[in-house]
């Protein structure tokens, strides 16, 4: 009769366990129950187990929905593409980033959610779930006491610096050679395509594996229009998502990119890895990234997260000199127009054209309307005529709203000349590490 009134307790508690679970698995009283439990199956007392298992589950019944507002449902929410909107459910109005999280990049918090999310998903009963030793994994003892709601509101407040569109959406493909050229919007005009050589993605190691050939196998964290929850409006829809920063070559050891993308204390968990377009990207994961396109950091030669927002990168071996992007010796003009190359929210590479100056007051970064997001961080600034790097990509207006009456996300469009705009720290920071080289 007990072990009647047990197995209907679970079943009717089951909607509520999986909310539950990570709240009751940081629980004293939870922790309590399960050690008595596995005492009584230990012991076999049948009486005893089926008393524990039914004070369980009057446990479990009365936890509520205020818990999944404090304690993230991992299995239902941290499939990342549910974290970069205001629909996953969590009251973010008096939310303050902890202090152990303000300097870490936005794809190291990504990486560890992912991680967790995956864990959730391998596990194939509540058996395992509950195992006390792996109830959290862990791939960085940074995050060990870090909730899951701390982690995800984080991220999502993260993501809130970034990008936009300007008027006309100027993104576009970048391909290599004319017979890959698949729609109208793809770019294969030669100086773009040698100005692409230079720029590469900024990618987790942990979606990166070494094969026994030498290749890399690159793990897809989705696609756009799951990852970021779109409507279906949006362009690039079913394209994939990999990367998590933007960087470029500035000597034959040594990459540039956003001093947010990376720290002292995890730009080594990163590869920066070469010619990610749309078409190279679907051969990779079917061939593996040959290592010629991949480089390891080894070494942080500087770091800021100021209002000059940037970082100088050592790379583990040398670049080609056709990889290395030319600086500029001068400052931008007022009636200068760029260009930017970059791996917009972790798309393959795109380029945005059209953009032009709107602020050069100050000393540190100056201020451009161009059709980029977050992902873009990182991603050198091109004058239109010189072809010479002007400046960092590192900030700029929100990405996404959703639209009245949806639940998707739209990319949000403005004016040419409305919005904030968006901040490149000036290419000047770097000629000391360019000259040293």
């Known amino acids: 009769m007990c072990l009647i009134l047990t197995i209907k307790q679970l079943s009717d508690m089951y909607k509520k366990l999986i909310p539950c679970f990570y709240a009751w698995a940081n629980d004293l009283i939870g922790t309590i129950f399960f050690r008595l439990l596995r005492k009584s199956f230990i012991s076999q007392n049948s009486i005893y187990s089926c008393v524990m298992l039914s004070a369980m589950c009057v446990y479990f019944s009365s936890c509520n929905t205020n818990n999944q507002s404090n304690n993230t449902n991992l299995s239902d929410s941290a499939s990342v593409g549910k974290l970069g909107d205001n629909s996953s459910g969590l009251q973010m109005s008096n939310f303050s980033i902890p202090e152990s999280l303000k300097n870490v990049s936005v794809g190291e918090i990504r990486a560890e959610i992912i991680t967790r999310s995956e864990y959730l998903d391998k596990s194939d009963s509540i058996k395992r779930a509950l195992l006390p030793d792996t109830i959290k994994p862990r791939r960085n003892p940074l995050f ?35 017979n890959n050229i698949q729609n109208s919007d793809d770019i294969s005009e030669p100086v773009i395509q040698n100005q692409a050589h230079m720029v590469a993605a900024l990618i987790p190691s942990s979606q990166l594996l070494k094969k026994q050939d030498g290749t890399y196998r690159l793990k897809i964290l989705g696609s756009y229009s799951s990852y970021f929850q779109l409507c279906s409006t949006e362009r690039f829809f079913n394209e994939p998502v990999c990367a998590s920063c933007t960087g470029f070559a500035i000597t034959q050891n040594l990459i540039a990119t956003a001093g947010h993308c990376l720290d002292s204390t995890d730009f080594y968990k990163y590869y920066f890895v070469f010619d990610l377009n749309l078409d190279n990207i679907r051969s990779f994961v079917v061939n593996g990234i040959p290592d010629s396109l991949v480089y390891q950091p080894i070494d942080l030669l500087v770091r800021h997260e100021d209002s000059a927002d940037y970082s100088v990168i050592k790379t583990n071996k040398p670049i080609p000199n056709y990889r290395i992007a030319k600086i500029s010796d001068s400052d931008v003009n007022e009636d200068s127009h760029f260009y930017v190359l970059g791996y917009p929210c972790g798309l393959p590479l795109k380029y945005t054209d059209e953009s032009s100056l709107r602020f050069n007051n100050s000393n540190d970064y100056f201020v451009l309307d161009c059709d980029t997001y977050g992902g873009n961080s990182g991603s050198p600034v091109f004058d239109a005529v010189t072809n010479e790097v002007e400046g960092i990509l590192v900030r700029g207006n929100n990405d996404f709203k959703i639209p009245i009456g949806q639940n998707c996300n739209s990319s949000i469009v403005c004016g040419q000349h409305d919005c904030r705009g968006e901040d490149a720290t000036k290419i000047s920071f770097l000629k000391k590490y360019i000259d040293a080289n």
Do not use: C, F, P, W
Not at 149 to 173: F, P, S, W
């Open 144 to 178: 060990d006491s870090i909730s899951n709601y701390d982690l995800v509101a984080t991220y999502q407040m993260k993501l809130q610096e970034r990008k936009v569109i300007y008027g006309r959406d100027n993104r576009h493909n970048v391909t290599y050679g004319k």
